[in-house]
């Protein structure tokens, strides 16, 4: 079966660095995306890794290792806003999404 | 201005009624879907449309209905509700065989089933 881990709930320290891990086991691969929901509210688009490495965008980056199905989310200069779940989805060989649960990252002061 | 919109934001209802959720986008996106977000916050797809033409459809009852008018339309019609279809409804939308085919969602329905 084709399956996406993600930790639960992280917490972290405002100003402080974060790396939200995603692990998945697809079949086959088309992209990975990293989106944003805030409580209450819609995912919002953070990024897409399709080749290995890093993208950089602002505050957030994000990682990919198609070799070892792995993927990371770093958020450096942590605000209070950044408290949201972040959701990892995979494009499987059928174009089709595959959503991790989400992780759940609280800021603290 | 809004990209992807959804009507209505909250929606409290009896079990049993019959309802429906409409979904616009100004996109120009030509593959539009729905979601289910539970309580675990665990988002499940449940239909995908392409150019008005049904392409997934999740084992979901068949309670549940989708139609497309147009392709900047997808909605969904949920008849005789349960007490375990309440949830976060989302729409979304996405350029098929664009450079990301990145998926834009609305901004949800609540639906309640009393």
């Known amino acids: 079966g084709q399956n996406i881990d993600q930790p639960t709930e992280m917490t972290a320290t405002e100003g402080a660095i974060v790396q939200i891990n995603c692990t998945y086991q697809t079949s086959g691969f088309n992209g990975l995306f990293w989106y944003q929901q805030h409580a209450g509210e819609a995912p919002t688009f953070l990024s897409y890794n399709v080749l290995d490495g890093l993208e950089e965008k602002g505050r957030f980056s994000s990682f990919l290792s198609r070799s070892k199905g792995y993927s990371y989310l770093l958020l450096k200069e942590l605000q209070m806003k950044d408290s949201a779940s972040y959701l990892c989805a995979v494009r499987d060989g059928n174009y089709q999404l595959i959503w991790g649960a989400g992780t759940k990252l609280i800021i603290k002061p | 201005d809004t990209a992807v919109s959804q009507t209505p934001k909250y929606l409290v209802t009896q079990m049993g009624n019959d309802k429906s959720i409409k979904c616009e986008q100004n996109l120009g996106h030509d593959t539009m879907y729905w979601y289910k977000q539970d309580s675990k916050k665990f988002l499940k797809i449940m239909f995908s449309y392409n150019n008005k033409e049904l392409i997934i459809n999740e084992t979901v009852p068949n309670r549940f209905s989708p139609k497309s008018p147009d392709k900047a339309h997808l909605n969904l019609h949920i008849n005789s509700l349960e007490l375990g279809d309440s949830a976060v409804y989302f729409c979304?939308?996405?350029?098929?065989?664009?450079?990301?085919?990145?998926?834009?969602f609305g901004p949800g329905t609540r639906l309640t089933v009393l």
């Open positions: 979304a939308s996405s350029q098929a065989g664009g450079p990301t085919d990145t998926q834009y």
